[in-house]
Nanobody, 121 residues
Framework: QVQLVESGGGLVQAGGSLRLSCAAS????????VGWYRQVPGKQREVVAR???????NYADSVEGRFFISRDNAQNTVYLQMNSLKPEDTAIYYC???????????????WGKGTLVTVSS
């Protein structure tokens, strides 16, 4: 069973920075499209940043220029560097990825369980 485990969340003051990590379990062979999403209670989950085919990145308008997504293919890990954080960035952040694992012959989509980011004003 593939697992995506997020870490790096926490409490930070407005203007501060955090770096989130998403590590895939060891039975992962390859990761295709990968992204970070966030959700505030009572609202829909929204995309924050993604790395798509060809290594291209795209970002939500609200985080463009402040957040940066990157990946380490050798470690099967994805990062989200978050700078100039604002109180409205407070949410649970989830990792999502299309993963090829030893258990299945094709790419499957997985979600992590999330990590809470709280930005105080």
């Amino acid at each position: 069973q593939v697992q995506l485990v997020e870490s790096g969340g926490g409490l930070v003051q407005a203007g501060g920075s955090l770096r989130l990590s998403c590590a895939a379990s060891r039975d992962v062979i390859s990761i295709n499209t990968v992204g970070w999403y966030r959700q505030v209670p009572g609202k829909q989950r929204e995309v924050v940043a993604r790395i798509i085919s060809g290594g291209r990145t795209n970002y939500a308008d609200s985080v463009e220029g402040r957040f940066f997504i990157s990946r380490d293919n050798a470690q099967n890990t994805v990062y989200l560097q978050m700078n100039s954080l604002k109180p409205e960035d407070t949410a649970i952040y989830y990792c999502n990825a299309d993963v090829l694992s030893k258990a299945f012959p094709s790419f499957m989509n997985y979600w992590g369980k999330g990590t809470l980011v709280t930005v105080s004003s």
